[in-house]
């Protein structure tokens, strides 16, 4: 499957270098996409992925991930001609979150998940991973056991699209918390998180389910 990246940052190189070695093609993508920055990541993968515009990734992806700093994010969906979005699912691993005088979030009677579906009412926008560290996202490793990753977004046939790929990714516990509203619970447990590692000075560290 083709998986078009908005973004080319820590997250888009991780997430892209994971699922060209699951067997996915990938472009991540740039307002710089010929910068030298890139280079390392484009041997990395090969043949199997590429560095291109934003536009040229929505094109590109059977399924799009937008991996874009909060701020950016609607200036760059505003770019895409949105019959390049259309039925197409959009996984949200964004958080709308502030660092000065302590982390807090941005949003707080709505989530950056809600408001992407908004933004883009022809697609299937699904929130997932933002709540671990890119260092987590592929083949998350912990001597405790498996890490928990929630999902959530408004399209049944999405979530299976997003579950198969993140089973893809190495995540063996995922809880679809429900509709696409539910990403605000999703954006608080990253604070949470966040909070958790800078007070146990543990980071890259996850959220686990205890089970009976
Ligand atoms: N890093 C993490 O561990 C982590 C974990 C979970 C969730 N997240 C979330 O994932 C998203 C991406 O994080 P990241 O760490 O990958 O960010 P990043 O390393 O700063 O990369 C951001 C990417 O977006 C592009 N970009 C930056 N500002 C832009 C703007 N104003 N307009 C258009 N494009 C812009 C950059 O493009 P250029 O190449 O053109 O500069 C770069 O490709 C954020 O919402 C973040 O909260 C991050």
Same mark, same amino acid.
């Not at 910068?35 to 590429?50: L, R």
């Not at 992806?61 to 019959?83: F, H």
């Not at 990403?183 to 890259?204: D, F, K, T, Y």
């Given at each position: 499957?083709? *998986?078009?990246? $908005?973004?080319?940052?820590?997250?888009?190189?991780?997430?892209?270098?994971?699922?060209?070695?699951?067997?996915?093609?990938?472009?991540?993508?740039?307002?710089?996409?010929?910068?030298?920055?890139?280079?390392?990541?484009?041997?990395?993968?090969?043949?199997?992925?590429?560095?291109?515009?934003?536009?040229?990734?929505?094109?590109?992806?059977?399924? *799009?991930?937008?991996?874009?700093?909060?701020?950016? =994010?609607?200036?760059?969906?505003?770019?895409?001609?949105?019959?390049? $979005?259309?039925?197409?699912?959009?996984?949200?691993?964004?958080?709308?979150?502030?660092?000065?005088?302590?982390?807090? $979030?941005?949003?707080?009677?709505?989530?950056?998940?809600?408001?992407?579906?908004? =933004? =883009?009412?022809?697609?299937?926008?699904?929130?997932? =991973?933002?709540?671990?560290?890119?260092?987590?996202?592929?083949?998350?490793?912990?001597?405790?056991?498996?890490?928990?990753?929630?999902?959530?977004?408004?399209?049944?046939?999405?979530?299976?699209?997003?579950?198969? $790929?993140?089973?893809?990714?190495?995540?063996?516990?995922?809880?679809?918390?429900?509709?696409?509203?539910?990403?605000?619970?999703?954006?608080?447990?990253?604070?949470?998180?966040?909070?958790?590692?800078?007070?146990?000075?543990?980071?890259?560290?996850?959220?686990?389910?205890?089970?009976?």
């Amino acid at each position: 499957m083709n *998986i078009g990246i $908005l973004g080319a940052g820590n997250v888009g190189k991780a997430l892209g270098r994971g699922l060209v070695r699951a067997g996915y093609r990938v472009f991540i993508s740039s307002r710089e996409p010929d910068s030298p920055k890139h280079s390392a990541w484009k041997q990395e993968v090969g043949g199997s992925g590429d560095v291109t515009s934003f536009g040229e990734a929505a094109r590109f992806g059977e399924m *799009i991930i937008a991996a874009l700093p909060w701020s950016g =994010l609607k200036g760059v969906l505003e770019t895409i001609d949105p019959a390049d $979005l259309k039925n197409k699912t959009v996984i949200d691993v964004s958080n709308a979150v502030h660092f000065d005088n302590g982390p807090r $979030l941005l949003l707080v009677d709505t989530s950056a998940g809600a408001i992407i579906q908004t =933004l =883009l009412p022809e697609s299937h926008v699904v929130k997932t =991973l933002n709540n671990v560290s890119d260092k987590v996202m592929i083949h998350p490793q912990f001597k405790e056991g498996a890490p928990l990753m929630f999902m959530s977004g408004n399209d049944p046939s999405s979530k299976d699209q997003v579950r198969a $790929l993140l089973t893809d990714l190495g995540w063996s516990t995922i809880v679809d918390l429900g509709d696409i509203q539910q990403s605000r619970l999703q954006e608080s447990i990253m604070l949470a998180c966040v909070i958790s590692e800078m007070q146990l000075q543990s980071p890259g560290s996850a959220f686990a389910l205890l089970r009976h």
